[in-house]
Structure formats: structure tokens, C-alpha cells
């Protein structure tokens, strides 16, 4: 009697170009060019992957003119941690299961919103949990000019006859904004916001992807009585610094703000105390308002300096 055959996952690669959709959210933004090549089997285990540095593919527009594609990044998919992106000139492993991965190699059409003098920024929001830009139909907020909106949101395009600050939502559909791409362009990026200078021009992406380890499996039950709420956290909001989290952003002075609350609330019993120590618990409190407030104001100072600071740097 023969024994148990198990087949090994497969590696395939394909390649897609990012159709600059100008209505988003109308579905696919692919166009699949070349067929699906299988790369053969691997063993489960670690993959090592390297991602070239400024690659580029001969194609034809839809118009039958030549046109040269720039690798964008690559999404591999279903492997054993999730989806996985990797950016031109990163390397990184994956975790391979038992399932086959597919690694799709994102072009973008060079001639397209990365030229000095395109008028404007092309924007798309890609959703690396699906493996796929998003249909989500709001993705940003024009900090600088809410007028925009529409047009950045629907149609994908920012104008930069002035400044603006694009910013990413901390979230679409529940899954948590990662980080912006500039695939090509003269922008600057920090954390969530996007900064387009007057005569910008470019292609970037907003990534959204929720952390691996969160959301999978069962919450725990703490002895048999009730389900844990659980969220992931960055290892800033560990040491109260503020980062991001699972729930959206947790901003550097949100400790001090449970103290202040915490200190209106032992004003609030000193009431039921006995008359002798009311004035002490009282003079706590109050202790305890200053300083939360200094440190809180120090932290309100600190952000408004950074934005100071960025807005110039951008504005020149």
C-alpha cells in the first residue's frame, strides 16, 4: 500500500498595470498583461525576496503607442502570515504554507501623472489585506483646501496649483492606514499626510493593511466568564508616547488626559470624605490638574512645532 502524497504549494508570478481609472471605485484598477507563470514547487518554510530597484517593462498604451512601465511594488498573497507588500529595492522573507503564493508585480505607465508639469498627483488607495486597490470611495482628507475632496476621493487626482496636505484616514473598512508610496513624483511624505508642493506631480499610493497576529483566531476568554476585548498597539503607545493602533491613532498626551479626569473625579469625592481631610485631598487634586494640563500642553506644543516645521519645509 503506497503511502500519503501531499503536493507542495506552487509559486506563481503575474504581472498587472495600475490603470489610472480617473472615476475610482468602479472596480478593478488592473490591467493583466502576459500570462500567469508558474515558478515551481517549494517547500513550506521561509522565502527569500528581493524586490529590483528601478524596473522597468516595454508596453503599449491603449492606444497601440509604445510606453515604458515602472515596478510599482509587489503584493504576494496567501501566504501562511497573510498578504505581504514589498517595495523596489527592499528585500524581505515570507512564511510559506500550504497553500500556493502568488506574487503580482504592479506597473505603473510611466507617462502618466509622473512628469514635472502634469498639473497635479495621481492618488489610489490599496488594500493589501484583499490583495487589491480599494473601492472604498473616501480615503483622504485635503487638509489644505476641503473643496478637493471630491476630486481626490472619486477621481483620484490632486491639482498642485497651490500647497495641499493630503491626509490618509486612519482607516478604511476597519483596516488601518500602513503608509504612503510615492512610485514616482517630487512629494513629501510624513506618516499619514501627503505634502504636494505648488507644481507637483506624481503617482502615490495610501497602504492600508491590518498588522499581522491582529484580528486572527478567537479572542481569549479570561477564566470561563467573559471575552477580552484586544487590539494591537505600536510600541509607542506601550510607553505612552502615542502611535498608531488597531482602533486608529492614540496621540502622545492621552495619558495625562485620564489624569486630569482622574483628578476631577477624587475632587468630585472629596465630599464624602471626613471635613478633616477634604482640603488635602482637595490641594491633590488640584496638584494633579497642573500637571497633567503642563504636560498636556507640552505635548500640543510639541505637534503644533512638527507641523510648523513641516509646513515650512513643504512651502519652500
Not at 169 to 187: A, K, R, T
Not at 269 to 278: D, H, I, V, W, Y
Not at 287 to 294: C, D, G, K, P, T
Request: aromatic residues 10%; proline residues 8%.
Amino acid at each position: 500500500m503506497g503511502g500519503a502524497i501531499f503536493a507542495m504549494p506552487n509559486i506563481i508570478t503575474k504581472n498587472v498595470t495600475w490603470v489610472p481609472r480617473g472615476i475610482r471605485g468602479h472596480g478593478s484598477a488592473y490591467q493583466p498583461f502576459g500570462p500567469n507563470v508558474p515558478n515551481g514547487n517549494v517547500n513550506a518554510g521561509t522565502l527569500p525576496v528581493q524586490v529590483p530597484m528601478g524596473e522597468t517593462l516595454p508596453s503599449t498604451d491603449a492606444e497601440g503607442n509604445p510606453e515604458n512601465l515602472i515596478l510599482a511594488f509587489v503584493c504576494v498573497t496567501n501566504t501562511a502570515d497573510g498578504n505581504e507588500v514589498f517595495f523596489p529595492g527592499q528585500t524581505g522573507t515570507i512564511n510559506v504554507g500550504s497553500g500556493d503564493v502568488t506574487f503580482t508585480n504592479i506597473f505603473v505607465p510611466q507617462g502618466y501623472g509622473g512628469q514635472p508639469g502634469d498639473g497635479g498627483v495621481s492618488i489610489d488607495a490599496f488594500d493589501v489585506n484583499a490583495g487589491a486597490f480599494a473601492d472604498d470611495p473616501y480615503f483622504v482628507n485635503v487638509i489644505t483646501d476641503a473643496s478637493l475632496n471630491n476630486e481626490a476621493n472619486l477621481q483620484g487626482w490632486v491639482p498642485s496649483t497651490s500647497p495641499e496636505d493630503v491626509q490618509s484616514f486612519n482607516s478604511i473598512h476597519g483596516v488601518p492606514f500602513e503608509q504612503w508610496l510615492m512610485v514616482v513624483g517630487n512629494d513629501t511624505i510624513n506618516q499619514e499626510d501627503l505634502f504636494i508642493p505648488t507644481g507637483g506631480y506624481g503617482v502615490c499610493f495610501a497602504f492600508f493593511k491590518t498588522p499581522v497576529g491582529n484580528g486572527g483566531g478567537t479572542r481569549p476568554n479570561i477564566s470561563g466568564l467573559y471575552e477580552a476585548i484586544y487590539v494591537w498597539v505600536s510600541q509607542g503607545v506601550k510607553v505612552d508616547g502615542g502611535g498608531p493602533t488597531g482602533n486608529g491613532p492614540v496621540p502622545p498626551w492621552n495619558p495625562y488626559v485620564l489624569e486630569m479626569i482622574a483628578a476631577l473625579a477624587l475632587a468630585q469625592s472629596a465630599g464624602r470624605l471626613n471635613a478633616k481631610l477634604q482640603g488635602q485631598v482637595l490641594q491633590t487634586a488640584a496638584r494633579q490638574v497642573l500637571l497633567s494640563a503642563e504636560h498636556i500642553a507640552s505635548g500640543l506644543n510639541s505637534q503644533a512645532a512638527t507641523h510648523s516645521q513641516l509646513k515650512e519645509e513643504f512651502s519652500n
